[in-house]
C-alpha cells in the first residue's frame, strides 16, 4: 500500500469524532501558550504527558501534535504585540513584526504569520507525507554502527546548538545521560547510581524527569529571577491583509517553507536556523530593504513560514530514526515510549495506521488553526494580559497533580520535586534543558546499539566505522563538535 492509500485510512481514523475533539483542544490549547510569554509547546506536552495516560495512543499523540503546531503559531502573537517571543524560533519575526505592531499595522502581521504559517504548514505536511516511509524504508538497513554514529549527531548538535554557549549545552547533556543510568543495569543485573535507594531501581521515570525540568525548574526560576511583562501594543481591526500584502508576502511564504522543511529534516536540523536565513534571504532580495528594522512584512511572512515548515520537517528524523532535533520532539517522543512505542524504521511497518492518522491529523489541525487564529486574533491578544502569577500556579498545580495521576506515590513526587531543584539552577545558570532530555532518552538507546556493534565485533572498537555510512555520520558530527568552538573563536577575533 503506497503513502496515499496509507494517508486516506490515516485520515479516516483522523476524523472521528474523538479524535477530531482531541485535534481541536491541542491546537487550541497550543495555540493558546504559544501566545503566553514564558509557556512552550514542550512544557505543555509535558503537562499532559502524566494525565493523557487513559487516551489510546492515537488520540494522545494527536492531542500532543496539535500542541506542537499550535505552539508554533500562537507564538508569533506574542512576538508581533509584546515583542517577547513564546519560541525561540519566534525571535525574527519579533524583529520586523512588533516594529509593524507599533506602527499600527498589527493586523497584517497577525495575518500573513498565521496564513503564512498555514500554507508552510500544508506544503511541509506534504511532503513529511511522501517523504517519511521512504526515509524509514532506507533506515531499516543501519547497522547497529551506523545508529551509534547518527544518535552522537544527535547528542553533539543538540548540544551545542540549543545552548547558550556549546559547553553549556553538552553539561546539559551528561546530567541527562548520568540520570539515563541510573537504575538496573541490563546486562550485568548491577544496581547503578541508586545510593542504596529502592525506589530508584527501576530508574528514573521520564515523564517525572520531563516534568520537573520543563515544569518545576521554570516555574521557580521564572520566581526568582522576577521581572514584570512588556507592554501589549494595541490590536484594532481584524487580521486582515491588504493586496499589496499580499503580493509581498507569498514568495516569502515559499522561499520561507523552501529553507524550513529540508533544513528542519536533517538530523542536525531544527527550527532556527531556517528563520534566520529567510530573514536573510528577504531582506537581500526585497524590493523595499529601507523598511527592514522598520517594520517589514516580508521579515515576518518569511520567516514564520519557515518556522512551521521546519516544524513539519523535524517529524521525519523523529518518526523515522528516533532522533528528536527540538525540546519539544523530545518530549513528543517520551509521549511515544510511554505507549510503549518506539520511534524509527519498525514504527512504519508496526503502527502504520497510526502514523498516517498522526500525519493526517496535521493537515486537520492546519485548517482549524486557519480559522482559529484569524478571527479570535483579539482573543489570544487579550491572553497575554493574564499576571504571571497566575500561570505559574496554575502550572504547579497540573505538574503535581499529573504525577498523582499517572500512578506516582510520594517517593515519585519527592523526586519531581528534587529534579526539579535541579531544573532550577540549570535555568539559573542559563544552561538548557532540552539536551538533558534528549540525553535521558536516547543514552540508554545508545548504550543498547553500542553494546550490540561491540558484541558483534567481539570487542573491536574499528567496528563503529565499518561501513561508508558510519564514517560519513562520524566526520559531522566530529564538524558539528568543532563547529560552535571555531565560530565562536573567529567572531571574537572579528
Given at each position: 500500500?503506497?503513502?496515499?492509500?496509507?494517508?486516506?485510512?490515516?485520515?479516516?481514523?483522523?476524523?472521528?469524532?474523538?479524535?477530531?475533539?482531541?485535534?481541536?483542544?491541542?491546537?487550541?490549547?497550543?495555540?493558546?501558550?504559544?501566545?503566553?510569554?514564558?509557556?512552550?509547546?514542550?512544557?505543555?506536552?509535558?503537562?499532559?504527558?502524566?494525565?493523557?495516560?487513559?487516551?489510546?495512543?492515537?488520540?494522545?499523540?494527536?492531542?500532543?501534535?496539535?500542541?506542537?503546531?499550535?505552539?508554533?503559531?500562537?507564538?508569533?502573537?506574542t512576538a508581533i504585540l509584546l515583542n517577547t517571543p513564546g519560541e525561540s524560533a519566534s525571535m525574527v519575526a519579533a524583529l520586523e513584526g512588533n516594529k509593524m505592531a507599533r506602527a499600527g499595522r498589527a493586523a497584517p502581521a497577525l495575518a500573513t504569520?498565521?496564513?503564512?504559517?498555514?500554507?508552510?504548514?500544508?506544503?511541509?505536511?506534504?511532503?513529511?507525507?511522501?517523504?517519511?516511509?521512504?526515509?524509514?524504508?532506507?533506515?531499516?538497513?543501519?547497522?547497529?554502527?551506523?545508529?551509534?554514529?547518527?544518535?552522537?549527531?544527535?547528542?553533539?548538535?543538540?548540544?551545542?546548538?540549543?545552548?547558550?554557549?556549546?559547553?553549556?549545552?553538552?553539561?546539559?547533556?551528561?546530567?541527562?545521560?548520568?540520570?539515563?543510568?541510573?537504575?538496573?543495569?541490563?546486562?550485568?543485573?548491577?544496581?547503578?547510581?541508586?545510593?542504596?535507594?529502592?525506589?530508584?531501581?527501576?530508574?528514573?521515570?521520564?515523564?517525572?524527569?520531563?516534568?520537573?525540568?520543563?515544569?518545576?525548574?521554570?516555574?521557580?526560576?521564572?520566581?526568582?529571577?522576577?521581572?514584570?511583562?512588556?507592554?501589549?501594543?494595541?490590536?484594532?481591526?481584524?487580521?486582515?491583509?491588504?493586496?499589496?500584502?499580499?503580493?509581498?508576502?507569498?514568495?516569502?511564504?515559499?522561499?520561507?517553507?523552501?529553507?524550513?522543511?529540508?533544513?528542519?529534516?536533517?538530523?542536525?536540523?531544527?527550527?532556527?536556523?531556517?528563520?534566520?536565513?529567510?530573514?536573510?534571504?528577504?531582506?537581500?532580495?526585497?524590493?523595499?530593504?529601507?523598511?527592514?528594522?522598520?517594520?517589514?512584512?516580508?521579515?515576518?511572512?518569511?520567516?514564520?513560514?519557515?518556522?512551521?515548515?521546519?516544524?513539519?520537517?523535524?517529524?521525519?528524523?523523529?518518526?523515522?530514526?528516533?532522533?528528536?532535533?527540538?525540546?519539544?520532539?523530545?518530549?513528543?517522543?517520551?509521549?511515544?515510549?510511554?505507549?510503549?512505542?518506539?520511534?524509527?524504521?519498525?514504527?512504519?511497518?508496526?503502527?502504520?495506521?497510526?502514523?498516517?492518522?498522526?500525519i493526517a491529523s496535521l493537515y486537520i489541525g492546519n485548517v482549524m488553526l486557519l480559522v482559529l487564529n484569524l478571527p479570535l486574533a483579539k482573543v489570544w491578544a487579550r491572553l497575554l494580559q493574564i499576571p504571571a502569577y497566575a500561570i505559574y500556579a496554575?502550572?504547579?498545580?497540573?505538574?503535581?497533580?499529573?504525577?498523582?495521576?499517572?500512578?506516582?506515590?510520594?517517593p515519585d513526587l519527592l523526586l519531581l520535586y528534587v529534579i526539579g531543584l535541579l531544573g532550577v539552577l540549570m535555568t539559573m545558570a542559563d544552561v538548557p534543558v532540552a539536551p538533558a532530555i534528549v540525553g535521558l532518552i536516547l543514552g540508554p538507546l545508545?548504550?543498547?546499539?553500542?553494546?550490540?556493534?561491540?558484541?558483534?565485533?567481539?570487542?573491536?572498537?574499528?567496528?563503529?566505522?565499518?561501513?561508508?555510512?558510519?564514517?560519513?555520520?562520524?566526520?559531522?558530527?566530529?564538524?558539528?563538535?568543532?563547529?560552535?568552538?571555531?565560530?565562536?573563536?573567529?567572531?571574537?577575533?572579528?
Amino acid at each position: 500500500m503506497d503513502s496515499l492509500d496509507l494517508l486516506l485510512n490515516g485520515f479516516g481514523d483522523a476524523l472521528t469524532p474523538t479524535n477530531l475533539l482531541l485535534a481541536f483542544l491541542g491546537v487550541t490549547l497550543g495555540t493558546a501558550v504559544g501566545v503566553l510569554p514564558g509557556i512552550g509547546p514542550a512544557l505543555t506536552v509535558a503537562l499532559l504527558l502524566p494525565i493523557t495516560y487513559r487516551l489510546d495512543p492515537t488520540g494522545a499523540l494527536i492531542l500532543f501534535a496539535g500542541v506542537y503546531y499550535g505552539g508554533m503559531y500562537g507564538g508569533s502573537t506574542t512576538a508581533i504585540l509584546l515583542n517577547t517571543p513564546g519560541e525561540s524560533a519566534s525571535m525574527v519575526a519579533a524583529l520586523e513584526g512588533n516594529k509593524m505592531a507599533r506602527a499600527g499595522r498589527a493586523a497584517p502581521a497577525l495575518a500573513t504569520a498565521a496564513i503564512g504559517s498555514f500554507v508552510a504548514g500544508t506544503i511541509a505536511t506534504v511532503l513529511l507525507t511522501f517523504v517519511a516511509q521512504p526515509f524509514a524504508d532506507v533506515a531499516v538497513k543501519f547497522t547497529p554502527a551506523d545508529y551509534v554514529a547518527l544518535m552522537a549527531i544527535a547528542f553533539v548538535t543538540v548540544a551545542t546548538l540549543l545552548g547558550a554557549s556549546p559547553l553549556k549545552g553538552i553539561a546539559s547533556l551528561l546530567i541527562g545521560l548520568t540520570i539515563g543510568l541510573i537504575g538496573i543495569e541490563s546486562q550485568s543485573g548491577q544496581a547503578r547510581l541508586t545510593f542504596g535507594v529502592d525506589t530508584l531501581l527501576d530508574g528514573v521515570d521520564v515523564v517525572i524527569v520531563v516534568v520537573a525540568l520543563f515544569a518545576i525548574g521554570e516555574v521557580f526560576a521564572h520566581a526568582l529571577k522576577g521581572g514584570g511583562g512588556g507592554t501589549v501594543t494595541p490590536l484594532h481591526g481584524r487580521a486582515v491583509m491588504s493586496r499589496q500584502d499580499w503580493r509581498r508576502s507569498w514568495p516569502a511564504w515559499l522561499r520561507g517553507t523552501a529553507y524550513g522543511f529540508p533544513i528542519g529534516a536533517l538530523p542536525a536540523g531544527g527550527a532556527e536556523i531556517p528563520t534566520f536565513l529567510s530573514y536573510a534571504t528577504e531582506k537581500r532580495l526585497s524590493k523595499h530593504p529601507e523598511e527592514f528594522g522598520h517594520g517589514a512584512i516580508e521579515g515576518v511572512a518569511g520567516p514564520e513560514a519557515a518556522n512551521n515548515a521546519a516544524a513539519a520537517g523535524v517529524l521525519v528524523p523523529l518518526l523515522t530514526i528516533g532522533l528528536p532535533t527540538s525540546a519539544t520532539a523530545a518530549v513528543i517522543l517520551t509521549a511515544f515510549q510511554s505507549y510503549g512505542l518506539q520511534p524509527g524504521p519498525q514504527l512504519f511497518t508496526e503502527s502504520g495506521p497510526l502514523v498516517y492518522a498522526l500525519i493526517a491529523s496535521l493537515y486537520i489541525g492546519n485548517v482549524m488553526l486557519l480559522v482559529l487564529n484569524l478571527p479570535l486574533a483579539k482573543v489570544w491578544a487579550r491572553l497575554l494580559q493574564i499576571p504571571a502569577y497566575a500561570i505559574y500556579a496554575g502550572i504547579m498545580v497540573f505538574a503535581t497533580l499529573g504525577t498523582f495521576a499517572s500512578g506516582g506515590g510520594l517517593p515519585d513526587l519527592l523526586l519531581l520535586y528534587v529534579i526539579g531543584l535541579l531544573g532550577v539552577l540549570m535555568t539559573m545558570a542559563d544552561v538548557p534543558v532540552a539536551p538533558a532530555i534528549v540525553g535521558l532518552i536516547l543514552g540508554p538507546l545508545f548504550e543498547t546499539q553500542l553494546r550490540r556493534a561491540l558484541l558483534i565485533s567481539e570487542g573491536d572498537l574499528s567496528a563503529l566505522v565499518d561501513t561508508r555510512l558510519s564514517v560519513f555520520l562520524w566526520c559531522v558530527a566530529a564538524l558539528a563538535l568543532v563547529g560552535p568552538f571555531v565560530y565562536g573563536r573567529l567572531r571574537r577575533r572579528r
